[in-house]
């Protein structure tokens, strides 16, 4: 079970990195077409902040990495849960105040990654 949680730790990762990516580098290119719902003349206007965003989703994602580098076994598990369980919080915050969708794509797989690590 603790392959399937680090495996998960590691799924998480590239998905904040993919954020990272898409908000702070292809914020006016890709992200309109992956934010359909974003009026398309607010992505220019907005660059910054999407950096900014992409920015925290990288912190959250080299946490996890850190997580998955970490030798003993304790602590590597303390800081996995420790940063799925800030993108958990993000997840859910997101889709209070955002979309559902915001759930699915981040908060569920911090969650069984969570999961994951009490079942191991």
Not at 29 to 45: H, S, Y
Not at 50 to 73: E, M, R, T, V
Request: charged share 10%; net charge positive.
């Amino acid at each position: 079970m603790i392959l399937v949680a680090k495996c998960i730790v590691a799924f998480v990762a590239l998905l904040h990195l993919y954020f990272l990516w898409l908000e702070m580098f292809a914020w006016t290119t890709r992200a309109p077409k992956v934010f359909r719902n974003f009026p398309k003349d607010l992505f220019e206007p907005t660059k910054s902040m999407a950096a900014n965003q992409g920015l925290y989703n990288g912190f959250l994602s080299a946490g996890l990495i850190w997580s998955l580098l970490i030798k003993d076994l304790d602590w590597s598990m303390n800081i996995a849960v420790f940063f799925l369980g800030c993108v958990a919080v993000a997840g859910i915050y997101g889709a209070i105040s955002v979309s559902k969708k915001i759930f699915y794509i981040q908060g569920v797989p911090a969650l069984l990654g969570i999961l994951a690590f009490l079942l191991s």
